[in-house]
């Protein structure tokens, strides 16, 4: 296992035990910031992994060294075999979890139970419905309050993923707020990243620094709790301390996170990438179908990573559209 471990090193001796898996290129939501307005061109099935291709990788991953597997998409709950998967998976000895809309989680509560998934994150980005169903293109806000509020009474731990975006929901942030005072969840602020497609520009961004300006004017600095991280974690925590609920922000932009980082993510088409912002990838898929190890590809892959945000080392480089624009988009890399 020390052998294994020591494979997930990168040049800059960060050690990576944290695998986020996408098991689907589709979405039932067309989210602006996600994925762009005409769709995405999206992988033959052919080409897309198999549950016994997932597992195989997967175990692979455990065997060397990986603890913690979070399912995405896409959103994953829309694959015909999640199901299947996610048991399978839960089946590993590793800590499973999952980001989703919400809208098909009644569907899967004994699933998630049996699998051992305690924590589910959910993507939500606004509390008012007719601006939910304009990010999202869709008309599913009631579905989604419901299966918040049906996750919290079957006692899982729910993150709520709220991307903040200016003169859209930044307006919503004391609202969001206001949801920890009496229901133990967290809600997660993250900062507006550039993605293929999705029309970035830094007049959009929230940042670190006005999420907490903002929250300071409703609140004593007394009452801003500053909670205890856990190792390797993108989002810094607070809570207010007469709320029951607590909130995070994951300032990917503005303080990145990357000395510490411990992510690896692999697509649906079986491709690794050791970076969100990495244009490159290694693909995985068709060595496996090969019967030959994937392993040195793993390494390979690993040991390029670079020090920072995929080398946009500055803030020039990171809002160079050129540079992100050879990404993919969000929905094929997995959230």
């Known amino acids: 296992m020390m052998e294994g471990k020591n494979l997930l090193q990168d040049a800059f001796?960060?050690?990576?035990?944290?695998?986020?898996?996408?098991?689907?290129?589709?979405?039932n939501l067309r989210c602006t910031y996600c994925m762009p307005e005409d769709g995405i061109k999206l992988t033959p099935k052919a080409h897309l992994m198999t549950a016994d291709e997932i597992v195989s990788?997967?175990?692979?991953?455990?065997?060397?060294?990986?603890?913690?597997?979070?399912?995405?998409?896409?959103?994953?709950?829309?694959?015909?075999?999640?199901?299947?998967?996610?048991?399978?998976?839960?089946k590993l000895e590793v800590n499973l979890s999952?980001?989703?809309?919400?809208?098909?989680?009644?569907?899967?509560?004994?699933?998630?139970?049996?699998?051992?998934?305690?924590?589910?994150?959910?993507?939500?980005?606004?509390?008012?419905?007719?601006?939910?169903?304009?990010?999202?293109?869709?008309?599913?806000?009631?579905?989604?309050q419901k299966n918040i509020d049906l996750l919290l009474l079957k006692k899982f731990n729910v993150k709520l993923n709220v991307v903040l975006i200016k003169s859209f929901n930044d307006n919503e942030i004391l609202d969001f707020i206001s949801i920890t005072k009496n229901k133990n969840i967290q809600?997660?602020?993250?900062?507006?990243?550039?993605?293929?497609?999705?029309?970035?520009?830094?007049?959009?961004?929230?940042?670190?620094?006005?999420?907490?300006?903002?929250?300071?004017?409703?609140?004593?600095?007394?009452?801003?709790?500053?909670?205890?991280?856990?190792?390797?974690?993108?989002?810094?925590?607070f809570k207010i301390s007469s709320h029951l609920g607590s909130f995070a922000i994951i300032s990917s932009v503005t303080n990145p996170f990357c000395s510490t980082?411990?992510?690896?993510?692999?697509?649906?088409?079986?491709?690794?990438?050791?970076?969100?912002?990495s244009n490159s990838e290694t693909p995985l898929l068709e060595t496996l179908r090969t019967g030959e190890s994937i392993i040195p590809l793993i390494k390979q892959n690993l040991l390029s990573k670079k020090a920072v945000r995929a080398g946009m080392d500055d803030d020039l480089k990171f809002q160079n559209p050129e540079l992100f624009s050879q990404n993919r988009s969000m929905i094929a890399i997995g959230g």
């Open 187 to 237: 809600i997660r602020f993250i900062e507006f990243m550039p993605f293929s497609g999705n029309q970035w520009d830094k007049s959009k961004l929230v940042s670190y620094a006005e999420i907490m300006e903002t929250i300071q004017s409703e609140y004593k600095l007394s009452e801003i709790e500053r909670l205890q991280d856990a190792p390797n974690d993108t989002a810094k925590n």
């Open 57 to 90: 990788i997967a175990q692979t991953f455990v065997n060397l060294g990986v603890t913690k597997i979070r399912l995405t998409g896409g959103e994953p709950l829309v694959r015909k075999d999640a199901k299947d998967i996610i048991l399978r998976l839960g």
């Open 98 to 144: 999952i980001t989703t809309n919400g809208i098909l989680v009644d569907r899967f509560i004994e699933t998630f139970k049996e699998a051992g998934i305690k924590t589910v994150n959910i993507s939500i980005d606004s509390l008012v419905k007719d601006k939910f169903n304009l990010i999202t293109r869709r008309e599913y806000f009631d579905v989604v």
């Open 261 to 277: 980082c411990n992510r690896i993510r692999l697509t649906a088409d079986g491709k690794l990438k050791n970076c969100l912002f």
């Open 13 to 27: 001796e960060r050690k990576h035990d944290y695998l986020r898996i996408s098991i689907t290129e589709h979405c």
